[in-house]
């Protein structure tokens, strides 16, 4: 909600050299101001045109229903401060159309609301309608109902599908229209997708695919947007719909539509890799980022669109199979909205370099210069008006390399790419961060302790055959049982045993084996808790085997199964199944009895989320009792304050075993701590409750464990990263803020040439103390910094002098200021800092 002063009046003060440089270019207009009246979006090869001007875009994904509204403003501007000019976001059928012709547009799902912020941050937008979206969103962002539609097949040249998506795509787009959001129109939105990666459906549905992604060009096109269409993934875009790349390094994989008036445009650099259940941590490095991106602009590309430049969080039961509930927190943004760093700056330090560089870009004659087999030079050129810029790339990912290109010697890392603003000067090294580092760290709050007293309300018995009402032969699909109303079916099957039925030898247990088609399942058998079993993203079918006792007379076997939510990719998704399958016990005397076809009965949800025993209305319709640990299919609740202060919330749930989270009624999304990877660690713990979703006073925390928990033990945490890092080579270049073009002519303003390191804080925070300082061969992470063979004991005070108490601070990374260390003459130094930024205490700020 803040946002920092100094940051924009710096970001004009960039615009500004921008604006400069556009002078001479044709049609100059201010940079990113939108007018009131109509903007007409074009295109040729070498990128949009917008009213007759080529630009280049920066955009970054951020999905709507994702983050509350009242994070947008800050989000949007934060993507601005990094140099965004551009959000994109998909529109999420599902969660509009919940049940067909009833409507949804309000809170977290108010589109309208959101593009007008983008507008009023100045900003352009995509819009990506899909309307099968994948996102790894439940169902891709279709809704359960389009599967019981008649003969509808999903994606392909079949009438019912393509009849519903047309009146979904018309009314969506009616709406934008209503608000004047399109460019054509004076809004923000310049460019809009159809379908979504189809490329790889189409050759699966053969010559329905073909008629089908033609259809849905023509039907985008007739809507009469007045802004481009594109399709991602898609070689051959029909028609007049440009074809758009995703992936992770666009520049070397993609050669561009085969169209050549059409421009270069990447909808899709990962930035991350989205996480499922089961998956080990993973990263992607601002550094490997930049190098994609300034690869992509040197191969003539003009968009590049962060997916995500923020994730945020799948609330409720709105992720896709398996995918957890935070979303890319590894972004440049991250589940919180703080900033990732250096991902965060590092791009932005990239994009003001690659616009100091647009006039060449644009409007330059492109060209290469081999420099070896894995090195070249690639030159946009004006020569007339002296203006040309270089790429200078080492694709050798394991060596360092000096190259020679036009007379001068340049240093480049392993797998970067230097960019020479004028041919001459390198304004910016994707190896070389110069941006500031961070660490988060999570806090205790003492909500955790305070008035931490659980109640637990049993989910009702296990039920038995003759109790449900849905009987079939063979158990039913979960999917079409639930309709996606809940996560939940009882599969209850009883079947007869006589005595000689028994085993006859003591030690042979009997065992239940249960397939399911996915995801996870709880067993009992006469309403004994038996196991748990669960399948993966990879392999959703899995097997329950566990031993178990039987008697002689009736028995009674009863499944809970659950989903881990619907499939959001592929052929034939109206097709995919959950839930239980065959069944066996296994031991008998006489053998293996199957109970398949035994005859099933079938409870749809539960109790609790009936009675919606997490709201407030819902909460007295049922007895609380006091709470008892480790207890399978237990609904557990407590109170709590809110936690003061503005830092984020997460719930430390690594006590817990499965299950569903609610706050004040709100669903935060699935748990899944007993779901260990790889490295025996779950691959998520903590889980992020909005303030929004809170009151000051007496919250309602309810959950749903399918397991075995503990929710005593269940911690209230705060979210900062307010350890602030620097780690820069005196090698690398003068900061890209201190680079100023005037025509030709690229200068740097500062009169040091050499890099220097900036530190800030958080607005209202300060700059408390100096956890680390070195000059020299420090090495190690951010929050974990140690020295090196080479340390000049000065630098600790004189960074403390600079900074303490500040918020923002300057260093310069040179050994005229610190001093070199005697030992380690002629050899490269680094300067680390960790800085530690706090709230100003009430009495320093009188
Ligand atoms: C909008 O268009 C009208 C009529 O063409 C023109 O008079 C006006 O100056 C334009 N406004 C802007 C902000 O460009
Ligand atoms: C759902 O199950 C019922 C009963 O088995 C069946 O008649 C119906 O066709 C199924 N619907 C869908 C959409 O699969
Ligand atoms: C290439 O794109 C342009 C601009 O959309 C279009 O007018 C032209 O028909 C396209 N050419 C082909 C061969 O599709
Ligand atoms: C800190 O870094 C050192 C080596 O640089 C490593 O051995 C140690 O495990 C790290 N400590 C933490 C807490 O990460
Ligand atoms: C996009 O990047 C991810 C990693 O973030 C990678 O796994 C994936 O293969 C890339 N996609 C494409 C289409 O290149």
Request: hydrophobic share 35%; aromatic share 10%.
């Amino acid at each position: 909600m803040h946002v920092d002063m100094s940051h924009r009046v710096r970001l004009a003060a960039a615009a500004l050299v921008v604006v400069a440089a556009l002078a001479l270019a044709p049609g100059a207009a201010a940079a990113w101001q939108l007018t009131k009246n109509g903007t007409v979006v074009s295109y040729d090869r070498r990128s949009l045109i917008i009213d007759g001007r080529r630009e280049i875009f920066f955009s970054g994904s951020i999905h709507y229903p994702r983050s509350p509204p009242d994070m947008w403003p800050e989000l949007i501007a934060k993507a601005k401060e990094g140099g965004l000019n551009t959000i994109e976001t998909y529109i999420f059928w599902n969660i509009h159309e919940p049940e067909k012709g009833q409507f949804d547009f309000e809170g977290r799902y108010d589109i309208v609301r959101f593009f007008k912020l983008i507008q009023e941050h100045n900003m352009y937008a995509m819009v990506r309608l899909g309307p099968f979206i994948q996102a790894e969103w439940n169902h891709g962002g279709l809704p359960y109902w389009l599967r019981e539609i008649p003969d509808i097949v999903f994606r392909t040249n079949n009438e019912p599908y393509k009849m519903h998506m047309e009146t979904f795509v018309k009314i969506i787009i009616k709406r934008l229209k209503d608000a004047n959001l399109f460019a054509s129109q004076g809004g923000p939105i310049i460019l809009a997708q159809i379908e979504n990666e189809y490329q790889h459906l189409e050759a699966a549905f053969k010559n329905d695919g073909t008629k089908y992604i033609k259809w849905a060009a023509n039907m985008a096109i007739s809507t009469n947007v007045g802004i481009p269409w594109i399709m991602c993934k898609q070689t051959k875009a029909p028609s007049d719909v440009i074809p758009t790349c995703n992936g992770r390094n666009c520049g070397d994989t993609w050669p561009g539509p085969m169209n050549k008036s059409m421009p270069l445009l990447w909808t899709e650099n990962w930035t991350a890799q989205y996480r499922v259940f089961g998956d080990p941590p993973s990263q992607r490095s601002a550094e490997d980022i930049a190098f994609a991106v300034a690869r992509f602009f040197s191969v003539g590309g003009t968009m590049t669109n962060y997916y995500m430049y923020h994730g945020g969080t799948n609330f409720g039961r709105t992720s896709a199979a398996f995918v957890m509930p935070k979303y890319y927190d590894e972004a440049p943004l991250d589940e919180f909205g703080l900033y990732k760093e250096p991902k965060w700056g590092h791009l932005r330090d990239l994009h003001l370099a690659l616009k100091l560089c647009k006039k060449a870009l644009l409007w330059g004659k492109t060209s290469t210069e081999k420099l070896g087999k894995q090195f070249e030079a690639r030159v946009f050129e004006i020569p007339e008006q002296k203006v040309c810029v270089a790429f200078l790339s080492n694709h050798n990912t394991k060596d360092d390399v000096t190259l020679t290109f036009r007379g001068q010697s340049y240093f480049v890392p392993r797998h970067s790419i230097s960019i020479l603003a004028d041919c001459k000067t390198v304004v910016f090294g994707t190896q070389h961060v110069n941006a500031q580092h961070n660490q988060r760290t999570f806090h205790f709050a003492d909500q955790t302790t305070q008035n931490n007293v659980w109640q637990m309300f049993d989910e009702e018995k296990v039920p038995k055959y003759k109790q449900s009402k849905i009987r079939l032969r063979k158990a039913g699909d979960l999917y079409n049982l639930t309709k996606d109303k809940t996560d939940y079916v009882w599969y209850t099957s009883s079947f007869k045993l006589e005595a000689d039925d028994m085993p006859i030898r003591r030690d042979i247990k009997t065992v239940l084996e249960v397939n399911s088609h996915g995801h996870a399942s709880v067993a009992f058998v006469n309403t004994k808790f038996v196991g748990c079993g669960h399948g993966t993203k990879m392999n959703k079918a899995f097997t329950l085997e566990k031993p178990m006792d039987l008697k002689k007379g009736v028995n009674h076997v009863a499944v809970l199964a659950s989903t881990m939510g619907m499939m959001d990719s592929g052929a034939y998704l109206e097709h995919r199944l959950a839930g239980v399958d065959r069944v066996q016990i296994k031991g008998l005397n006489a053998g293996t009895l199957d109970l398949t076809n035994n005859g099933w009965g079938h409870i749809v949800g539960l109790v609790g989320e009936q009675k919606q025993i997490y709201t407030d209305k819902g909460m007295g319709s049922v007895t609380w009792k006091p709470a008892v640990n480790d207890r399978p299919l237990t609904w557990y609740k407590r109170h709590f304050d809110m936690p003061s202060g503005e830092d984020p919330i997460v719930l430390d749930m690594s006590t817990m075993g499965k299950g569903l989270m609610f706050v004040n009624g709100q669903g935060i999304g699935r748990y899944w701590i007993s779901y260990k990877h790889a490295l025996g660690r779950p691959s998520q713990q903590l889980y992020h409750i909005p303030r929004s979703f809170l009151r000051q006073k007496d919250n309602v925390l309810v959950l749903f464990e399918e397991e075995f928990g503990r929710p005593d033990a269940i911690m209230i945490l705060t979210v900062k990263r307010d350890n602030i890092c620097t780690f820069i080579s005196e090698r690398n270049p003068a900061h890209i803020k201190s680079w100023e073009r005037k025509d030709s002519q690229i200068t740097v303003t500062a009169a040091d040439l050499k890099p220097r390191a900036t530190l800030t804080c958080s607005p209202k925070k300060l700059i408390q103390q100096v956890v680390f300082a070195s000059y020299g061969n420090p090495m190690g992470i951010c929050g974990n910094y140690t020295i090196g063979s080479c340390h000049t004991p000065r630098a600790k005070e004189l960074v403390e002098k600079a900074c303490l108490g500040k918020r923002i601070c300057t260093l310069p990374v040179s050994a005229d200021v610190y001093g070199g260390d005697v030992n380690c003459p002629g050899t490269t130094a680094t300067l680390a800092v960790q800085a530690k930024c706090s709230k100003r205490s009430p009495r320093a700020a009188q």
